[in-house]
């Protein structure tokens, strides 16, 4: 039977509860225990699908296709459990399913409540798959004293008074603020937000505390004493150089241990020496390669979270560092891509929709393939790099994508829609979601950086090339690298005229973690760093 263990998060939005949970899940499967990681959303909407970027930054697709918050991404780059349809619940989807079986007349003319229907359907959520797993680790999203939040921390105070005594853990993520004028960590913020935490009925066992400083003997003492826990349950985790490094600081400190003692789970040998070579790769370098991306969502960092995730492990794969120029696709819709892509030693376009950037985006192609910088396109930028060929090899002025504005008389639509049975019509758009299986060509540059025939990828997408167009691309010299057997689909590009030109219709940065980069991302940093060598070498000359 396996063992719950619930993130809550208290004072203020943003402490890394997220971070935490992953990082809890990596510790315990360095003891041999099997994780699942799943997130709790206390929003209205069915799932972040729908959402803005740069409302709720990325969304994460699982390989069943699920449309996921970007909490699930670190779950998955901190674990090598995959997270699935179970592991992304949020409001809508509780109410949208009790209101159906209400619909239905499942609760046979009952008043449909919070208690016990919405509770219930919380607890099912949180329990579904759990037999496959020694650990359950539940983030609840939000902070204490959301209102919206109330019916997730009622289930699971419920769980713990349906389950063992030992079989559920509460963790509190939680501030310790330095307040600088009087020069010392302040610990009411915890107490007040722990006391909201029991007037619900819960009691946390552990309190993850941040801070900017390290907690002294007064200050966990007084933690403990105040919100009921041993003294040994106050976890400091002070902010670290990087997020990698969290699973050692929080192993330091003891949480791993703490979790064992209290769901009386077996003590087992770790070696966590994976992790510390990480952080010692991140933390050392050899060299720079600078990267830009050239994108839309740039007014909040989480919106390409995965993707700069991926750069990061290909960099450290190779002993470097990634430096991000983050490009405004706009800016370069109205001035010389010369400008913002001079100095960099690769570009990136990644996954987006709509017309908005689209012409910037192209811009950008064309100046990685004609000065030969090496070019990696995700999703938008295969869009991006097909148009751009379109127009200056085959000519095709006017070609476009069916997502743009089409002038009065155009009719090259080189990427175009496809409706079939791969795609996910749910909410209003057609979507090519989750993992597919792409065949490479023998002799593609991507078979032999993938060295496999074939690959599983996941997607999010509703544009497809051009069957009509397909031949004439290949016959200028575009080489349709990877296709979908069973649709057709094409989904890899590359130019063999370039020293590394790639494009995906999937998203390859949802599969990469720190300890296994994505061979794609991988070969990219190692493209990108000898173009800077090749090119510093010149200059010299």
Request: glycine share 8%; aromatic share 8%; net charge negative.
């Amino acid at each position: 039977m396996a063992k719950y263990i619930f993130v809550t998060g208290g004072v203020l939005s943003s402490l890394g509860k997220g971070i935490t949970a992953a990082s809890l899940g990596a510790l315990m499967e360095s003891r041999g225990y099997k994780v699942a990681l799943r997130k709790f959303d206390p929003y209205l909407n069915y799932g972040p699908g729908t959402m803005s970027p740069l409302q709720h930054g990325e969304i994460f697709v699982t390989a069943d296709g699920c449309e996921g918050d970007l909490d699930l991404g670190h779950y998955e780059r901190f674990t090598t459990t995959n997270t699935d349809e179970f592991s992304d619940i949020t409001s809508g989807k509780i109410y949208y399913t009790v209101i159906e079986r209400e619909r239905r007349g499942e609760y046979l003319g009952a008043t449909v409540q919070v208690i016990p229907h919405i509770t219930d359907e919380i607890k099912r959520c949180i329990t579904a798959g759990a037999e496959d797993y020694d650990i359950v680790i539940t983030e609840i999203g939000g902070t204490v004293g959301d209102i919206e939040g109330l019916p997730f921390l009622e289930a699971i105070r419920q769980m713990k008074f349906d389950s063992d005594e030992d079989d559920v853990l509460f963790l509190h993520v939680t501030l310790v603020p330095y307040i600088k004028s009087a020069g010392e960590l302040k610990t009411k913020p915890t107490q007040h937000s722990v006391r909201q935490l029991q007037e619900i009925g819960i009691s946390p066992d552990i309190l993850v505390c941040r801070s900017e400083y390290p907690l002294s003997e007064g200050v966990r003492n007084k933690l403990a004493l105040f919100c009921n826990v041993e003294k040994s349950s106050v976890i400091n985790c002070m902010d670290a150089a990087t997020i990698y490094q969290v699973p050692l600081v929080l192993n330091e400190e003891g949480l791993d241990s703490e979790v064992i003692k209290k769901l009386h789970l077996e003590e087992r040998e770790y070696d966590l020496s994976l992790w510390q070579d990480i952080v010692r790769r991140i933390k050392q370098p050899k060299d720079t390669v600078t990267i830009a991306v050239v994108g839309k969502y740039l007014e909040t960092k989480d919106a390409y979270l995965s993707l700069t995730e991926a750069l990061l492990h290909g960099a450290v794969a190779n002993y470097l560092k990634a430096e991000i120029k983050w490009v405004d696709a706009e800016l370069l819709e109205n001035r010389m891509a010369n400008e913002y892509l001079n100095n960099v030693d690769g570009i990136l376009i990644p996954a987006g929709f709509g017309e908005r950037g689209m012409e910037g985006k192209i811009s950008a192609v064309n100046f990685a393939r004609t000065k030969d910088i090496p070019f990696f396109g995700i999703s938008m930028g295969l869009q991006a790099a097909v148009i751009e060929y379109a127009r200056s090899v085959l000519k095709l002025e006017d070609a476009k994508s069916a997502e743009m504005s089409k002038p009065a008389g155009s009719n090259n639509l080189v990427i175009d829609y496809k409706h079939d049975e791969h795609y996910n019509e749910e909410m209003g758009a057609s979507m090519r979601l989750g993992s597919y299986v792409t065949t490479l060509l023998d002799g593609s540059l991507v078979k032999e950086i993938y060295n496999t025939d074939t690959v599983t990828e996941r997607h999010r997408h509703r544009l497809e090339i051009n069957d009509s167009y397909r031949q004439m691309l290949e016959n200028s010299g575009m080489v349709i690298s990877g296709n979908n057997d069973e649709s057709g689909f094409a989904d890899v590009i590359e130019l063999h005229s370039h020293r590394w030109f790639i494009a995906t219709q999937f998203c390859p940065e949802f599969q990469s973690k720190p300890f296994n980069p994505h061979p794609l991302f991988n070969a990219f940093i190692q493209a990108a760093y000898k173009f800077k060598q090749d090119r510093n070498g010149k200059e010299q000359e």
